[in-house]
């Protein structure tokens, strides 16, 4: 069923339940900063149906065709909710032609419920070890109902109005110049900024740029936090939830540990790397095979630590470019660090907000991803692994 082509389709989805009238004023342009203490303030209303969502969002991008069938083909086959899920009353979908894509319409009658259950989807695919989850949504947030763009040139477009951009990835931050409003829900955030993959999405104004060889890195000074430990206990409490740590020694024989599948970062004395304290989680070679290797350390001197992984990352590099799968990555703090060749582990541990030390020449992240100055010349600190993207 056509919305737009008979009056009998138009009947039905008039007699739609009735949302608040608030149109909102005219939306800023994206990339001005500003924060708005109310999460409905400024959220346009569908109106009373789902065409009056249609005519809000064609102020910004193409919806053309739209349809309420609940198998209409163009309804992505891994939507996330449908009708009496999540508090949804009604359903549809609308083509943009210009940018190949599809919009998919939500009226909820509970947007909290929405929001929550949204946020707990997203959770729940983080403790299944996609630490990415969300970090791209395109969950468009209006008052009593949510647009879902499938391709981000129409994700872009809704981004210039008053709807915001739902994400609940803990990772996640709102760049600099963009807005950020409270969500219903904690640990939740609304944006107008377009988080994408392949970095075509919003222009990240904290992403660094390389102005002729200078080092880059962001921010300027200081850091957008890292995670800190008093002590190998507390930092084995801080990143239990993350791996497994049921067998934990720090006996020195069993920490020097290394086999094919597992290569430690620190090698030969720690205190030459200015590592003060070692452990190692996981079942260390025996009567079986080495599983589940990772090594913890508090660090006394944090530039000697990344000095030295730089070299070996240079010297990994010299083979053939890439570094050693089974190699492990250095994921710091402020002082301490985890090496991990587990990509699930090192997603974790982004979500404790540590950072990987990345020295790749050429390296870059998509707009999104943390990137910060790391304490030596040509290497960065980031959430962004190249071979683990997530989604």
């Known amino acids: 069923m056509r919305l737009q082509r008979t009056l009998a389709a138009t009947a039905v989805l008039t007699a739609l339940p009735a949302l608040a009238a608030c149109q909102g004023d005219p939306a800023p342009s994206a990339g001005r900063a500003g924060a708005s203490p109310s999460p409905s303030a400024g959220r346009p209303s569908a109106g ?21 069938e609940p198998d209409d083909p163009r309804l992505p086959s891994t939507e996330f909710t449908r009708v009496g899920q999540w508090s949804v009353t009604q359903r549809g979908v609308c083509s943009d032609r210009p940018a190949h894509g599809e919009l998919v319409f939500y009226v909820a009658s509970d947007m909290k419920e929405f929001q929550e259950r ?11 070890g996609d630490g990415a989850s969300g970090l791209n949504s395109r969950v468009f947030v209006g008052k009593g109902y949510v647009v879902t763009p499938t391709q981000t040139k ?5 981004a210039r109005s008053d709807l915001r951009i739902l994400t609940c990835n803990p990772t996640f931050a709102v760049p600099k110049g963009y807005k ?5 829900v904690e640990g939740c955030v609304l944006s107008d900024f377009v988080n994408s993959p392949d970095g075509t999405g919003s222009p990240n104004l904290e992403t660094p740029q390389d102005p002729g060889g200078e ?9 957008l936090g890292l995670p800190r430990a008093g002590s190998m206990a507390e930092l084995k409490n801080l990143v239990g939830a993350g791996m497994d740590c049921s067998h934990f020694t720090t006996a020195p024989g069993d920490v020097a540990i290394e086999s094919i599948d597992y290569q430690p970062v ?16 996981g079942v260390p070679a025996g009567a079986q095979r080495a599983h589940d290797l990772n ?22 590099l ?14 710091v703090g402020e002082n301490i660090a985890v090496e991990s060749n587990d990509p699930a582990v090192r997603d974790g541990l982004y979500q404790a907000q540590f950072l990987a030390l990345n020295c790749v020449p050429g390296f870059s992240a998509p707009a999104g991803y943390r990137l910060e100055r790391s304490q030596v010349d040509g290497c960065v600190l980031t959430n962004y692994e190249p071979e683990h993207p997530g989604g």
Do not use: H
């Open 180 to 184: 950020k409003e409270q969500a219903l």
């Open 215 to 223: 080092k880059p890195g962001q921010p300027a000074q200081g850091s």
């Open 295 to 316: 090594w913890l350390d508090t660090v006394g001197n944090m530039k000697k630590l990344q000095t030295k992984t730089k070299a070996a990352q240079l010297a990994d």
């Open 48 to 68: 009373g149906s789902i065409l009056d969502a249609q005519q809000y969002v064609r102020q910004f991008t193409s919806c053309e065709d739209i349809s309420s």
């Open 318 to 331: 010299k083979d053939d470019g890439k570094l050693n799968a089974t190699a492990s990555r250095l994921l």
């Open 154 to 158: 129409s994700a872009l477009a809704l």
């Open 266 to 281: 620190v090698k030969g004395d720690p205190l030459a790397w200015g590592v003060t304290g070692r452990g190692l989680c």
């Open 118 to 128: 949204y946020k707990q989807k997203v959770m729940d695919a983080i403790k299944g």
